[in-house]
């Protein structure tokens, strides 16, 4: 049946179904390593006026000339590092995948059907909903999986679900999930995730770094949460594991462009270690639910080689939460609060 009768309007069949519907909301990532995939994406990721919000007139020609025809060939190289070879697809792809299936055993019993889709990219969200409304879903929860609020994340993701929305007659009903900055489950998953990583090592490490996505200083300025967001993660999980602000510093990485970004960087922060004696260290990146370029490549090979270069013995990557036990039952807590009231015990 076909419940839409204007032009602009798309259909996705049976809505009504009564069925309750997750939706977990990632980044996104390029479908392969090839310059034209990785252009593609990256355009699509850097014409977003929530992550640039430069004036597009200014900025469109710069991002189509210069950073169009440089940065696929170095993120191209940089993704052939970390790709996922045994799925062909890359890590954040594989592991976002892998949180909805599981996610989705939690929930057999229950008739809630969990699907996934990519801010930028494949699936898109417009394909998550679809999946979920021809299931038979008419009540949705979409999930974007950022433990800190930031515009450039968590409200974009938003917007290209609500984006979809506006073309449908019928739609579904929404409840988008809050940060979690300082929920006790994420805590908790990662105080643990970081407890097994330091028990197989020789020795413990003397610093354990928690590095978070940067943002430009400026959206702070303007009225961001995000900064605040991150301090309250390290203030939780320095309380659960008993680490003073010394031995757990935070620190922001990937900086984009010429702009003041958050700071102290990570990677001069941690090149800087080694002549204050500290030479074994860990690095946790709590603000990306899955590992990704930035973690595996961008920290596991760039900011190590700096570290080792600078007299540093020894960097450990902490994995991030990825399908572990821990995220699974985070986003399984996380989902059932917010289902409340349509989930019926
Ligand atoms: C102005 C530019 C950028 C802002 C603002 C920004 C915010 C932001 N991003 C993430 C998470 C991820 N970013 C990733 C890659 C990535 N980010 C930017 C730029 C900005 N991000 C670029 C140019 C890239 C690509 C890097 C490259 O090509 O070398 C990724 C990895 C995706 C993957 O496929 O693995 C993630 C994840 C957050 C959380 C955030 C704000 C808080
Ligand atoms: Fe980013
Ligand atoms: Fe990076």
Redesign the pocket.
């Given at each position: 049946m076909n419940f839409l009768h204007v032009p602009a309007a798309q259909s996705v069949a049976s809505v009504g179904g009564g069925r309750l519907g997750v939706l977990l909301l990632n980044?996104g990532?390029p479908d392969d390593t090839s310059f034209a995939s990785v252009r593609r994406y990256?355009s699509e990721?850097?014409s977003d006026r929530r992550?640039?919000e430069a004036n597009p007139v200014v900025w469109q020609p710069i991002l189509q000339g210069v950073v169009l025809t440089v940065?696929p060939r170095r993120?191209g190289e940089?993704y052939r590092r970390i790709w996922n070879t045994a799925c062909d697809e890359?890590p954040?792809r594989t592991f976002t995948r892998a949180q909805a299936e599981q996610l989705a055993e939690r929930f057999a019993a229950e008739n809630v059907q969990v699907a996934w889709g990519m801010r930028y990219g494949t699936p898109s969200v417009a394909d998550g909903v679809t999946e979920l409304m021809q299931a038979g879903c008419d009540r949705i929860l979409a999930m974007p999986l950022?433990p800190q609020y930031?515009a450039?994340?968590t409200a974009t993701a938003n917007d290209q679900l609500f984006r979809f929305l506006m073309k449908l007659r019928l739609q579904p009903a929404i409840r988008t999930l809050p940060a979690f900055a300082d929920h006790a489950l994420y805590i908790r998953a990662l105080a643990d995730s970081l407890k097994t990583a330091v028990e197989g090592l020789s020795a413990p490490p003397q610093m354990v770094v928690i590095s978070f996505?940067g943002?430009?200083e400026e959206y702070v300025r303007k009225g961001d949460p995000?900064r605040e967001e991150c301090e309250r993660t390290v203030a939780a999980l320095r309380q659960e594991t008993g680490l003073s602000e010394q031995e757990m510093p935070m620190t922001f990485q990937?900086r984009?462009?010429p702009t003041k970004w958050l700071e102290p960087y990570t990677a001069p922060f941690l090149a800087g270690l080694p002549a204050q004696g500290i030479t074994r260290v860990a690095v946790m990146t709590p603000?990306?639910l899955t590992d990704?370029?930035?973690t595996l490549d961008e920290i596991g090979n760039e900011v190590r080689d700096e570290f080792l270069a600078a007299g540093g013995e020894e960097l450990t990557l902490i994995p991030c939460l990825n399908a572990s036990k821990g995220a699974i039952d985070l986003l399984e807590g996380l989902a059932r609060v917010e289902l409340g009231g349509w989930l019926t015990p």
């Open positions: 980044l990532t990256l990721f850097l992550v640039i940065r993120s940089a890359s954040l950022y930031s450039t994340t996505h943002l430009p995000y990937s984009f462009g603000g990306f990704c370029l930035e």
